[in-house]
């Protein structure tokens, strides 16, 4: 039986589940958010050490609309002032419990007063060691991994040790879930995810249940991992 350490989360969906229901595409942002604080207390309880969730993707940052970006970032500010005044009851459970809570990606490419709160946020729970709980924001794998390349003084000596040291995620993923029908990884963790599970779930992100993570989960224990061979 396989052991799930580190599992990441595609959260397919949203805007098409707005849409379907006469609502604003950007308002299904809203409800993929209460969604992930459902299926993060769900995680709070498993043995699951790592979570990365893709909050937005550089690309998406580059081509959505102002309104739509508006949108994601007052919602963002929002849960973020929440957490910092201890006024977010799921997250005050995470942190509570040991989270440790990190944002990766280009967040210099935040609002000044957002790029603030992550990082408030960040440092708030720097210090925890029981789970890690990474948030993908404005992120690519390709510009991870050019990061962590200009960051390698002496690329002559270097090694998969110390470029793994220099990449926003350390760890390898075991599981990749992937909501809204879409097999594809979307530039997601490409080194980190190399030996991965793909597992589809063919829902809408806001229609996904726990119980549809719990068979993810299944599985994936279950499934005859090959790590290249």
Known sequence: MNILNHFAIIPDGNRRWARER??????????GVKKAEEILDWWLSTNIKELSFYTLSYENFLSRSKIELNFLFKLLDKYLTDIIKGKNE???KIIKNGVRIKFVGLLEKLPKKLYDKVKKVMEMTKDNSKKIMNFLLIYS???EILNAIKNIKNLDKLDEEEFRNNLWVKNDVDLIIRTGGFSRLSNLLIYQSAYAEIYIINKYWPDVTIEDMEKAIEWFKNVKRNFGH
């Open 22 to 31: 006469g609502l604003p595409s950007y308002m299904g942002h809203y409800y």
């Open 90 to 92: 799921i997250f005050n």
């Open 141 to 143: 794998g390709r510009l």
